[in-house]
């Protein structure tokens, strides 16, 4: 079974700086990814970034980059320069190539509430 | 533009009433999925579908059953809705693949009086 697990409820930045969101992840598949999606209090699920398993380089889109240290499970959350507009819950989530058909499913984690103060 | 689009922001339904939660895709994805999402637990997986007719359950299926009779559509049904299934849920869809994103409706916000 795949496990998420995100361990900070809230976490709050100054705007213009630099925040990380934690996850650690538990899965014995050797092939797995890792998402992460923002959903502002509209509600909306909106994907940020993805890391495959086997990518040899840390996955960045934009001010989102994603630092990947496989030996500790865990797959961190980088924004830079926080605006205003990403307070919103942040998810961490996997998908495991269990074979079959069950590789479509997402495991999430319980996300983590930001707020960028002005 | 990718969509996917749910019957319902708002719903409201007493106790021992059938629900049905629609969700219409127009990516041609394979996959669609049936979530609901509550506070301090995250996401977790009702039901999801990888074909037409094809259903596989997800983590908490118990209350609830699913239809898919088009690729397009997937219908989240509450045989009999109960005060513990108020919730936020979510459709998604995506492609096959491991790589492959989910895409989410707006969600439909349940209220089981």
């Known amino acids: 079974a795949q496990k998420i697990t995100q361990t900070q409820p809230g976490m709050f930045v100054q705007e213009k700086e630099a925040v990380t969101l934690d996850c650690t992840y538990d899965?014995?598949?050797?092939?797995?990814?890792l998402f992460w999606y923002k959903q502002p209090s509209s509600g909306e699920m909106i994907f940020l970034i993805y890391?495959?398993?086997?990518?040899?380089q840390n996955a960045t889109e934009g001010r989102y980059s994603l630092n990947f240290q496989k030996a500790r499970k865990s797959a961190n959350l980088v924004i830079s320069a926080s605006q205003l507009g990403d307070s919103a819950m942040y998810f961490c989530?996997?998908?495991?190539?269990?074979?079959?058909?069950?590789?479509?499913?997402?495991?999430f984690g319980q996300g983590t509430i930001l707020t960028v103060h002005p | 533009d990718v969509k996917v689009t749910q019957s319902s922001r708002y719903l409201v339904k007493r106790t021992g009433e059938k629900v049905f939660l629609e969700c219409v895709q127009d990516?041609?994805?394979?996959?669609m999925f049936w979530y609901r999402q509550d506070p301090g637990l995250g996401l977790r997986l009702i039901y999801f579908?990888?074909?037409?007719?094809?259903?596989e359950k997800g983590d908490i299926p118990e209350g609830y059953s699913v239809s898919r009779e088009k690729k397009e559509r997937f219908s989240l049904i509450l045989e009999s809705a109960s005060t513990n299934q108020t919730s936020m849920y979510l459709c998604?869809?995506?492609?096959?693949?491991?790589?492959?994103?989910?895409?989410f409706g707006p969600g439909t916000r349940l209220t089981v009086l």
């Open positions: 998604a869809s995506s492609l096959l693949g491991l790589t492959n994103e989910q895409f």
């Open positions: 899965t014995s598949d050797p092939s797995y990814g």
């Open positions: 990516m041609d994805h394979e996959n």
């Open positions: 989530a996997m998908r495991a190539n269990a074979g079959g058909t069950s590789y479509g499913k997402l495991t």
């Open positions: 579908s990888y074909d037409v007719k094809m259903k």
């Open positions: 890391q495959g398993s086997y990518d040899q």
